[in-house]
């Protein structure tokens, strides 16, 4: 009898339940075909679907069949997620800035911020919505060494109107944020910043599902998604008249390209080893983690990022840095353990992120409890990976915004975009280790009990 029949047989006989977590699938014995209950059998899928299937299901469009059809939008879904970080993330930043220096307190003044404000994150939302489908569409070319004419359409014109319209979504309730606390006496920085990041997911995904669905329902008609992207495009010089009525929103248009494009890069190599590796079993359950452990970095980079920019606008000049912040490479220890007040602000941000780990992984394993590991071991690796993404995160910020504010630029438009890419990054990078460490382990813990009942009795 085949010695893997004999391993299955023995753990049965032990109490252990057989799944396929552990890598192996089942092999015929001299006997005959090994038999697998019928909630165990998996019936052979493309690779591709498999992996849609998966994806879709852990980030909520398991309904949307588009997801299942055109498997390059889930290639699509990192960078347009990302744009919270690239856009909304720093509209928030900036007029947080504004709001706290004083910049939004004559109504006419305030009415110049926003609008050029909002007028720029359409002019930015609309170039890097068009240029986030080439990205994924590379990506998936340079895997299936495929490009599909009819996807090409598609995904410009899902990826142009979802990033247009969630920005105008965003970019809208970050004003009525920001100037809702700033009459309230809250400090916009420690409720705007986290808000975008919150709903940018939400907003994004639901608006990227239903625009990717109604032109997957009509992809017969030629001349559909040819004018959403080139009715979208022509609006761009509107935006851009707009945005050049303020001054420091003109340096951003001509300059600030860079970071969001780079940022966006970034995010598209974290999706690209969330592709790679959650058809495998091994990392099953790994899509749904991946929104929380970069959510949680990036929420909590952001907000100490703006707060220390806040800190900077406020008390010095740009590329003029404070006297206690001359070194652009701090002792890690003064980042988190000194009285000075940015040093306090990422103690309490490094606090915050077991316990706010744990609140997600409790809400995750009574929702999706099945489909996620449930050892003791993957809990303590996936609380370590969070507190060492943030804690990466929270140092390379002090470093990033003393480094841009040396030389006058503003950390609130230059530093957000590249650590929330650098956060998606850092983050499935380390769930992806926790998943294959974890699964190793109970590898290891498997063959240990299994190796002396196969043995003579």
Not at 209 to 237: E, N
Not at 322 to 337: D, H, R, Y
Request: aromatic share 8%.
């Amino acid at each position: 009898m085949d010695g893997t029949e004999t391993r299955q047989r023995r753990a049965g006989e032990l109490g252990l339940r057989y799944t396929l977590s552990t890598g192996r699938l089942p092999r015929a014995s001299e006997d005959g075909p090994l038999s697998v209950p019928e909630s165990q059998r998996v019936s052979p899928k493309p690779l591709g679907t498999e992996l849609s299937r998966e994806t879709a299901l852990s980030i909520g469009l398991q309904h949307w069949p588009v997801f299942m059809e055109v498997k390059d939008l889930l290639t699509l879904v990192p960078p347009l997620v990302g744009l919270k970080g690239n856009l909304e993330m720093t509209l928030a930043s900036r007029l947080s800035t504004a709001a706290n220096t004083g910049q939004m307190d004559d109504p006419r003044e305030q009415h110049g911020v926003i609008s050029s404000n909002l007028a720029l994150i359409q002019v930015q939302a609309t170039v890097v919505g068009f240029l986030a489908p080439l990205a994924a569409l590379l990506l998936g070319a340079l895997s299936t060494g495929e490009l599909d004419f009819e996807k090409v359409k598609l995904l410009c014109a899902s990826s142009v109107i979802t990033a247009f319209l969630a920005a105008f979504a965003l970019g809208m309730l970050m004003v009525c944020i920001v100037i809702g606390a700033r009459k309230l006496g809250v400090n916009p920085d420690n409720i705007a910043t986290p808000i975008a990041a919150s709903l940018g997911d939400l907003i994004t995904l639901s608006i990227l599902a239903f625009f990717s669905s109604f032109f997957y329902k009509h992809k017969d008609s030629r001349y559909l998604t040819p004018l959403v992207c080139i009715g979208l495009m022509a609006l761009t010089p509107v935006w851009v008249l707009i945005a050049r009525k303020n001054p420091p929103i003109v340096k951003i248009l001509k300059f600030g390209w860079f970071p969001i494009i780079l940022a966006m890069v970034i995010s598209s190599f974290g999706g690209l080893i969330l592709n790679k590796t959650i058809s495998k079993e091994q990392y099953k359950g790994m899509a749904i983690f991946t929104p929380i452990i970069c959510g949680v970095g990036g929420n909590l980079v952001a907000i100490q990022t703006s707060r220390i920019s806040t800190y900077l606008h406020m008390w010095s000049t740009p590329g003029v840095l404070p006297l206690w912040m001359k070194k652009f490479w701090p002792n890690p220890c003064s980042t988190f353990c000194t009285s000075e007040i940015n040093s306090m602000s990422a103690r309490v941000l490094l606090f915050l992120v077991i316990p706010g780990h744990l609140i997600f992984l409790y809400v995750i394993y009574l929702v999706e409890g099945h489909l996620v590991p449930n050892s003791k071991t993957f809990v303590v690796f996936y609380l370590l990976a969070g507190l060492i993404q943030v804690t990466i995160l929270l140092y390379l910020a002090e470093v990033m915004v003393r480094l841009t504010w040396h030389q006058a630029l503003d950390p609130d438009n230059h530093c957000i975009p590249y650590l929330t890419g650098l956060g998606d990054l850092l983050g499935t990078g380390l769930l992806a280790l926790c998943f294959l460490i974890s699964w190793l382990l109970s590898e290891a813990e498997l063959d240990g009990i299994l190796e002396p009942a196969s043995g003579p009795p």
